[in-house]
């Protein structure tokens, strides 16, 4: 994934970069705040696909040149999505998912584990991974049972697409705090957060 990017094509970005880069991120910022919250990230760019916009907008508010971006299988394999998102970021690109500090997952099926991903260590935790995830759909108010920070009591979501792995993989997760990684799902332009803090139950 290394050299020129093909300028041949790239989608466009944000229109007033500044300030739709602020909502986007206000808006991840709420769902990261109120884990289970399902939340619109309205008109943002269409990317090439297999990217979703959600994710794509993400990316574009939040990855820069110091931040490296993992993508698997299925984003790589796109040579628009690839460079969409080099043009736009003007990130560079990790070989693996430990080496990277945002990392999309187009195909949730094939996902990798999330202990493959950068956990952070207990004297940086920030440092670990985030991994946007692109589902089919979801559900707020039905489906696994939430708790922890920024949830009064419990919430519950309901994520269409992602293996049953995934839910067991994120419990592993929630025992290594403070280290552990970050999960944002998104279905077209909504989007919920998964942060390290949060108890998932059946």
Not at 99 to 116: G, H, K, N, Q
């Amino acid at each position: 994934m290394a050299g020129i990017v093909d300028l041949d094509g790239v989608a466009a970005g944000f229109a007033d970069s500044v300030p739709e880069a602020q909502a986007v991120f206000r808006g991840v910022l709420d769902a990261m705040a109120r884990p289970g919250r399902v939340v619109d990230l309205g008109d943002v760019p269409v990317p090439p696909e297999p990217l979703i916009p959600g994710a794509a907008a993400i990316c574009l508010a939040l990855v820069d040149f110091e931040t490296a971006l993992w993508l698997d299988g299925t984003a790589s394999a796109s040579a628009a999505a690839v460079s969409h998102l080099r043009f736009h970021c003007g990130c560079p690109i990790a070989a693996t998912p430990d080496e990277a500090r945002f990392a999309i997952v187009a195909d949730a099926a094939s996902m990798p584990a999330l202990a493959s991903f950068d956990l952070g260590s207990d004297g940086y935790p920030d440092l670990s991974t985030t991994v946007i995830v692109q589902v089919d759909a979801l559900d707020e108010g039905r489906g696994r049972r939430l708790s922890g920070p920024g949830i009064d009591g419990h919430a519950r979501l309901k994520v269409t697409g992602l293996p049953d792995r995934f839910w067991h993989e994120l419990r592993l997760n929630n025992a290594c705090f403070p280290r552990g990684v970050d999960v944002i799902l998104c279905a077209g332009t909504r989007v919920a957060a998964l942060p390290r803090t949060t108890l998932v139950e059946d």
